[in-house]
């Protein structure tokens, strides 16, 4: 009699702690089940640069860069992103110590407009509003498409556009196969960051983000300086002095740029996230 009760009663602790266990269990895997797809609008402000012929340091010269981004969460690792970015990208060898490049003398501006089309993933679980999900590491790519205007300042004061100018002798008969390059190109976005979820509407997204591009035109600078003056600068004196801004014996053929590297843009920002309401029974005012 007393070892059935003993069996009964073990019976019993046995089965709570089962029923327990798979309380638990259920409510865990619901809790990691129910995820809703979410999507988020960012404004993103940070700095900007660019590695190329005229520049070889991360973040020399530095300026603004400005962005939106609207985020889809298909769930809690992966998440599609489409960007617009706008920079301001620049170098100038008069002000460098370097004195070869000083020598040069070449400098130049581009605005880059920039849209692109990416692949993020989270290496932790991460859910904006979700306590348990609320940082993670991240990194991303893409394919991105951007159109950028390289300009010099004349001893006027007054920016005027390169790609027009021809300045290492493209589209002119000395150099009739240096075709003017396009202003338009596609790039290869690679980044990443850390998300930080502030509230349930709201994240914080720290990020670096770099650029591989297939021109190397962002500068102005590729090549060598042509082989003699063409007879097409006579019409503008800008052309002659854009290629050559401080050589006074001019160099023909000598090494302008390499045009074995591309150039890279970068951009280091913060972005401010913002989660939509997509509840679609009822509105919220």
């Known amino acids: 009699m007393i070892m059935n009760r003993i069996k009964n009663y073990t019976a019993i602790y046995l089965t709570k702690r089962l029923l327990l266990l798979l309380i638990i269990s259920l409510i865990h ?11 988020e609008i960012g404004f ?15 973040f020399n010269q530095s ?39 000083n020598n040069r003398g070449l400098h130049f501006r581009s ?27 991240f990194v991303y790519t893409g394919i991105s498409f951007f159109r950028y205007n390289p300009q010099a300042e004349n001893t006027d004061g007054q920016w005027v556009n390169l790609q027009e100018l021809g300045t290492e002798g493209q589209s002119t008969t000395i150099h009739p196969d240096r075709k003017k390059y396009s202003l338009t190109q596609m790039a290869i976005p690679i980044g990443g960051g850390l998300k930080i979820a502030v509230n349930e509407n709201f994240n914080v997204i720290m990020e670096y983000g770099i650029r591989k591009t297939f021109t190397d035109y962002i500068d102005d600078v590729s090549t060598t300086y042509v082989d003699a003056k063409p007879s097409e600068w006579n019409v503008n004196s800008d052309n002659f002095w854009f290629s050559d801004p401080n050589e006074r014996d001019y160099p023909y053929m000598k090494e302008r740029g390499d045009s074995e590297e591309k150039d890279w ?9 913002f989660k939509l309401n997509t509840n679609s029974t009822k509105c919220n005012y």
């Open 63 to 101: 300026s603004p860069a400005l962005g939106l981004a609207i985020r889809q969460n298909i769930d809690r690792r992966f998440s599609y992103k489409a960007q617009a970015l706008y920079l301001m990208l620049r170098s100038d060898e008069r002000e460098s110590k370097d004195s070869i490049a």
């Open 29 to 39: 895997l619901n809790i990691y089940a129910q995820y809703k797809s979410s999507t």
């Open 111 to 137: 605005p880059i407009y920039e849209i692109s089309g990416q692949i993020e993933f989270n290496f932790l679980p991460y859910e904006t509003g979700n306590p348990l999900y609320s940082w993670t590491p």
């Open 265 to 273: 843009y970068s951009y280091m920002a913060v972005t401010l996230s």
């Open 44 to 58: 993103l402000a940070g700095a900007s640069y660019y590695l190329g012929d005229l520049n070889t340091v991360h």
